[in-house]
């Protein structure tokens, strides 16, 4: 089955700075690449998603990536800011398959430095 | 619109008996997801419902269960609890068309502790 990876799982940027969180994943039939982000005592948020057809989706401060021959993903958050602090997860799933399936990656643990 | 709500919020349980916890889906969506999240890690996929049949399971044993009703809410059962089920457990609801999903919205989990 699928197996994501994430790193790093811990991130620590000065506030107004970039950060950036990288996945890989390993079934190369995956379509369908999600992040969400999770605060405390919060369900995860979806906050950018990517489908397979293209290479990076941008929206507003948040960017994410996509290699589909190296099977790796990454956010991009820039201006980052003290609201940006929280657990990130990277997903992914093979859409139109019938069902749907996530696999999250380990998550990654950002603190913006004011 | 309502989003996904879950009930309850904390439950403590002893090992060996038996849990229910409840989720319902934001308005309009017909599929339901059940995800495990023990601490520090990402969330795990239990199994889906769509259409009040189970539609996908991942890793988990059969004492993992569920059921979806006819208004697309949905249970979650655990039977014979074990320490290692106590976590944050979400669910999430999207709509599906056809074969074709669209993107999953969680609630906010029931934490389970199982002493």
């Known amino acids: 089955g699928e197996n994501v990876e994430q790193h790093p799982s811990t991130l620590s940027v000065q506030e107004g700075d970039s950060a950036v969180i990288k996945c890989t994943y390993s079934?190369?039939?995956?379509?369908?690449f999600p992040w969400y982000k999770q605060e405390l005592g919060k369900g995860p948020q979806l906050i950018i998603d990517i489908r397979s057809n293209v290479g990076e989706k941008k929206d507003q401060r948040i960017a994410v990536t996509l290699n589909k021959t190296a099977k790796h993903f990454s956010l991009h958050i820039t201006e980052t800011q003290p609201e940006d602090s929280a657990v990130y997860f990277c997903?992914?799933?093979?859409?139109?398959?019938?069902?749907?399936?996530?696999?999250f990656g380990t998550g990654t643990r950002l603190t913006i430095i004011p | 619109e309502t989003g996904v709500t879950q009930s309850p919020t904390h439950l403590i349980k002893t090992r060996g008996q038996q849990v229910t916890l409840r989720c319902s889906s934001q308005s309009g969506h017909n599929t339901v997801s059940w995800y495990q999240q023990a601490l520090g890690q990402g969330p795990q996929f239990i199994f889906q419902y769509y259409r009040e049949e189970e539609n996908g399971r991942g890793n988990f044993p059969p004492r993992f269960s569920g059921l979806q009703f006819p208004n697309y809410s949905s249970e979650l059962n655990v039977n014979a609890l074990e320490l290692d089920d106590s976590a944050l457990y979400l669910c999430a609801s999207s709509i599906r068309t056809g074969r074709s999903y669209n993107e999953q919205f969680f609630g906010p989990g029931t934490r389970l502790t199982v002493l």
């Open positions: 079934d190369s039939a995956s379509n369908y």
């Open positions: 997903a992914a799933s093979i859409r139109n398959f019938g069902n749907e399936k996530l696999t």
